[in-house]
């Protein structure tokens, strides 16, 4: 059985630095993608980036790239989401999901738990 | 960010036949599979439809895509209490350097 399961909830305070993660399990880790998918209090969905942990070859969503820093862990099956600098803007629920990806297009078949991060003073 | 847009709201009776659509461009809906979400309250999102019209094993059959041109649409037949949630589609967009895009979202109320 595929699984992703994500670390718990962070409360941080504003230019602190943060890390999350994502372990997978029940499947090859190094043969899809790891993506990231932010949901803001109330809001839709929004597609982060992604990692080829078989390789950690990343892409961003030109609305995040410089924000956030994707990472992988093939060793241990875990992908990573970080902060070097929390705003009180990236207060969200944030999502691994796995990703299929051929022929050059992607898309998400299973998703891990959510991990919420609260940023407040 | 969303590029593909949806209506915020649709709602029916139990047994009901509801759809959604799912308007987008052809970057992405027009040359790329589209693929359905739903996401129960509380919950991480859960593939209900792939490529366009399939569905994962354990998704019932009460639930249907379809695609044409640069819109799909998510049919809901026989409609349950349990389907009231939050329905998103998603499509890769070739624009740029290539990203997986989402739809507006769509609650979807059982009356």
């Known amino acids: 059985e595929v699984q992703l399961v994500q670390s718990g909830a962070e409360v941080k305070k504003p230019g602190e630095s943060l890390k999350i993660s994502c372990k997978g399990s029940?499947?090859?880790?190094?043969?899809?993608?790891i993506g990231w998918v932010r949901q803001m209090p109330g809001k839709g969905l929004e597609w982060m980036g992604i990692?080829?942990?078989?390789?950690?070859?990343?892409r961003y969503s030109p609305s995040f790239q410089g924000q956030v820093t994707i990472s992988a862990d093939k060793s241990i099956s875990t992908a990573y989401l970080q902060w070097s600098s929390l705003k009180a803007s990236d207060i969200a629920m944030y999502y691994c999901?796995?990703?299929?990806?051929?022929?050059?297009?992607?898309?998400?078949?299973?998703w891990g738990q959510g991990t919420l991060v609260t940023v407040s003073s | 960010q969303s590029v593909l847009t949806q209506p915020p709201s649709a709602s029916g009776t139990p047994g009901q036949r509801v759809t959604i659509s799912c308007s987008g461009s052809?970057?992405?809906?027009?040359?790329?599979?589209v693929y359905w979400y739903q996401q129960l309250p509380g919950t991480a999102p859960k593939l209900l439809i792939s490529?366009?019209?399939q569905r994962p094993s354990g998704v019932p059959d009460r639930f249907s895509g379809s695609k044409s041109g640069t819109s799909a649409s998510l049919a809901i037949s026989g409609l349950r209490s349990e389907d009231e949630a939050d329905y998103y589609c998603?499509?890769?967009?070739?624009?740029?350097?290539?990203?997986?895009?989402f739809g507006t979202g769509t609650k979807v109320t059982v009356l």
């Open positions: 999901a796995r990703h299929g990806c051929s022929g050059g297009t992607c898309y998400s078949d299973y």
């Open positions: 029940g499947y090859s880790f190094t043969s899809y993608w």
């Open positions: 990692i080829y942990p078989g390789d950690s070859d990343t």
């Open positions: 052809s970057s992405n809906i027009g040359s790329n599979y």
């Open positions: 490529r366009n019209n």
């Open positions: 998603a499509a890769w967009d070739g624009s740029l350097s290539g990203l997986y895009v």
